[in-house]
């Protein structure tokens, strides 16, 4: 047969000869001959790996199992290999593979089970060490030796002859001499070479894989299958190997051959005279076929239902006995029923323990995954003590009272983890002394509900998750500051509806939570961690926003508000800090912090904004009719498209930038550094108080008719300074310098009234009272004019 990789169709009656379901396995000890003897897909330098074809289950298959053994888990770790078997006889190591972790125990029990069975039947005092793995689906199940050595055939039979038990003839029927139909060589596996002393003991003979999806109560009859498989009961050909030496195909001539379809063959002791079972055709050679005349029941057939026996049969004993195995005698001393051991040893002795019987030491990994299997079967158990170093038990809320007897029966002292506790019985789970941590799991209204119970115990709770993720959870101002440390617990991004009373509260959210916050009459404490919404800001008078760094909040105000030095913005800028206000007065000029905010006039509303110290966003209403008062950040005020004049001051700011949307008429005041852009500034004057810097950034080209009030006296104007604030390049656009009252305009001797072409100046005595103007040494470019206006 050929040796692929795993098979993973699912197939419940399969005749497909092609796929098998281990790999070659290297075995650099193995002694080569000659490379004839092997197949073509296998080197020199590979081991010999054959194995046998699947055993499938058949189709409308039915147990016949008066019980079947519970359903249990096992830990995330490679299990221990298993001994079976005692001292002084025949023993099976299961060496079990990772992928075992995540099988029931009822495998592992399975396994073991069919491993007693054959340690109970044969009696050749050896260990033998197979692998077993747990992966793939269809029901199936396949195995082999791992490695294999050619001897002369003389030296096999008298080894099968010095080794068989007294009064044994299997093995006088062989021929005598150097050859058997013409061949000189006979394979032998590993596990029949350790019967000889011909092998190391911890050499692996043989590995099996199993299905995921086997029946557990027909997995005993389809391990022993898979066992003696890895023992060495599969053929070879055309170099024979043990098994081929009682494969019959007629009187007198043997089949050495591993073709599929295979020719008809039979098992026979007497040189082919008297057929005691008939090998398969189309799915594996090695077994007997369904239909032969050992029946359709036995375990080494080539499929298995709900009818095949769970045991040894007296034809597979005989199987065995040729393969050069001893058989017990019938008088033989059973094996004793095991009274401590694992839990894979508890459940594969169910039906033989009486009550009381079984002390189980495991894991406490396996100890909680398998809680439940113990407590159906509690009875038998006599204690449960933990091996190793022991661990806190991982099991379920439902699990804590409903698997309680098999608790109790623990040894020494044991603490438990517990998860999906109810808000309701969170007191009751904490109570049990041997809880040290839980977790919750619950909706919204019931978390809310008994957030005070939760918050009483929350030294055992490790994390809440909210069933109900994205439904507020309402609580009152007082529990979102007694119990944020409990709202900290809960997981992801969380919605909370917080509400304060008609006195003095202090709101808070958490860091990952989304909140509405609704203050009461009094004076309010809105605390920010996460992505707030203030509903109310200013229903209560001075109400204090404390925004922390990475939280960020949108307030509406409820009544005008004026930000008290309590108030401030930790966050990284001023969108961090929304306010929305329609018509209503914003005042954030004492507000503390890292950032300025964000203040949004909506609506129709006349509303007065006075910014903070920081870097403010100021975005103007659609009507118009703001009064903007800048305070001494970089501040950014964006106009809208206005019918009615606005005013902004902007005393003491170190840089603005005005945006405009649309016409707009009103006055600017105190510039200093100065951008302005867009089409709102026709018709916006801007008043300076303060000693005109040089650097101010040009105004931009559509700011027709803006008008600039100097109004610094005894202080000179330089052209150049004129120029870098009125730099323009449309010959259209007009730009007046008004003086205040009694001032004198200076333009410097020697400046350049026009140092860009197409500049128009207009210089208007708006007072007049001017007292003078001097133009000393003053070029006026071809084409320009200055123009005065209005003096007097």
């Given amino acids: 047969m050929k040796t692929t990789n795993l098979l993973v169709s699912s197939k419940t009656n399969s005749t497909d000869d092609t796929q098998d379901y281990l790999s070659p396995v290297a075995n650099s000890n193995l002694s080569v001959s000659s490379p004839s003897q092997y197949r073509a897909n296998l080197s020199t330098s590979q081991a010999y790996s054959d194995y046998s074809n699947p055993i499938w289950l058949a189709t409308s298959s039915t147990s016949n199992s008066s019980s079947t053994l519970p359903a249990l888990s096992l830990a995330s770790t490679t299990p221990t290999p298993t001994l079976v078997g005692t001292a002084g006889g025949l023993q099976i190591n299961l060496v079990w593979g990772s992928n075992v972790s995540g099988a029931p125990a009822t495998f592992q029990a399975g396994i073991i089970k069919a491993a007693q069975m054959l340690c109970d039947a044969l009696s050749n005092k050896v260990v033998l060490n197979i692998n077993i793995s747990y992966t793939g689906t269809g029901g199936g199940a396949g195995a082999g030796p791992t490695n294999g050595t050619t001897l002369a055939y003389s030296t096999v039979v008298a080894n099968l002859k010095s080794h068989a038990a007294s009064g044994d003839t299997t093995f006088n029927g062989l021929p005598s001499g150097t050859t058997i139909q013409g061949q000189s060589q006979v394979l032998v596996f590993e596990a029949q070479l350790k019967l000889w002393g011909l092998a190391p003991s911890t050499a692996t003979d043989g590995q099996a894989i199993f299905a995921t999806d086997i029946n557990p109560s027909l997995l005993p009859g389809v391990a022993l299958h898979e066992l003696t498989h890895a023992l060495g009961r599969v053929p070879y050909g055309p170099t024979p190997d043990i098994f081929d030496l009682f494969r019959y195909s007629s009187t007198g001539t043997l089949l050495f051959s591993s073709a599929i379809p295979s020719a008809s063959a039979y098992f026979s002791l007497d040189g082919g005279k008297t057929k005691i079972a008939d090998y398969g055709k189309n799915s594996d050679p090695s077994d007997f076929l369904n239909t032969g005349v050992q029946g359709s029941t036995d375990p080494f057939d080539e499929f298995y239902n709900g009818s095949t026996v769970q045991a040894l049969s007296k034809v597979d004993l005989q199987q065995l006995d040729a393969l050069g195995f001893t058989i017990k005698s019938t008088s033989s001393t059973p094996t004793p029923i095991p009274s401590t051991g694992s839990i894979a040893t508890f459940i594969s002795n169910l039906a033989s323990l009486s009550s009381s019987s079984f002390a189980i030491t495991d894991t406490s990994a396996n100890i909680a995954l398998n809680l439940d299997a113990l407590q159906t079967n509690n009875i038998k158990i006599s204690s449960i003590t933990q091996s190793g170093t022991a661990t806190a038990l991982a099991i379920t809320a439902s699990q804590l009272t409903a698997d309680a007897t098999a608790l109790n029966k623990i040894s020494g002292s044991y603490t438990l983890t517990v998860s999906g506790v109810t808000s309701a019985t969170v007191a009751t789970t904490a109570a049990n002394t041997h809880v040290s941590s839980m977790t919750v799991t619950d909706t919204g209204a019931n978390i809310a509900s008994n957030l005070d119970t939760l918050q009483n115990n929350i030294a055992k709770i490790t994390s809440i998750t909210q069933s109900n993720i994205g439904s507020a959870l309402a609580i009152t101002a007082l529990q979102s500051l007694a119990d944020n440390a409990l709202l900290s617990k809960i997981s992801g991004t969380i919605s909370l509806n917080v509400t304060g009373t008609s006195a003095a509260d202090s709101l808070f959210d958490k860091a990952n939570s989304q909140a509405t916050l609704t203050g009461g009459a009094g004076i309010d404490t809105f605390n920010i961690s996460g992505i707030d ?209 009694g001032i004198e305009l200076l333009i410097e001797t020697g400046a350049s009234a026009a140092s860009t072409s197409n500049h128009v100046w207009k210089i208007i005595d708006t007072a007049g009272v001017f007292s003078a103007i001097e133009l000393t040494g003053v070029t006026v470019a071809a084409g320009h004019n200055i123009t005065f206006s209005n003096f007097h």
């Fill in 533 to 741: 919404t203030i509903t109310d800001l200013g229903n209560g008078g001075a109400d204090i926003v404390k925004i922390a760094l990475g939280g960020s909040s949108v307030s509406t105000l409820a009544a005008s508000w004026i930000a008290t030095a309590s108030t401030s913005n930790a966050a990284t800028t001023a969108s961090a800090a929304t306010i929305n206000t329609n018509g209503f007065n914003v005042n954030v000029g004492a507000a503390a912090g890292t950032s300025g905010w964000t203040i949004n006039a909506t609506g129709n509303g006349t509303t007065s904004i006075t910014g903070s110290i920081k870097n403010d966003t100021i975005n103007g209403n659609t009507s118009g009719g703001l009064t903007i008062n800048g305070g001494g950040g970089s501040d950014s005020i964006a106009l809208g498209t206005h019918t009615n004049a606005d005013t902004i001051y902007l005393v003491n700011n170190n840089k603005v930038t005005i945006t405009g949307f649309g016409s707009s008429t009103g006055s600017v005041t105190d510039i200093l550094n100065v951008t302005a852009t867009g089409n709102a500034l026709a018709g916006l004057t801007l008043q300076n108080k303060t000693t005109l810097a040089t650097n101010n950034a040009p105004l931009a080209a559509n700011s027709t008719g803006l008008v600039f009030n100097y109004a610094n006296a005894g202080t000179a104007l330089t052209a150049a300074s004129a120029a870098a604030l009125f730099s323009n390049t449309q010959a259209t656009n007009k730009f007046a310098i008004a003086t205040g009252s």
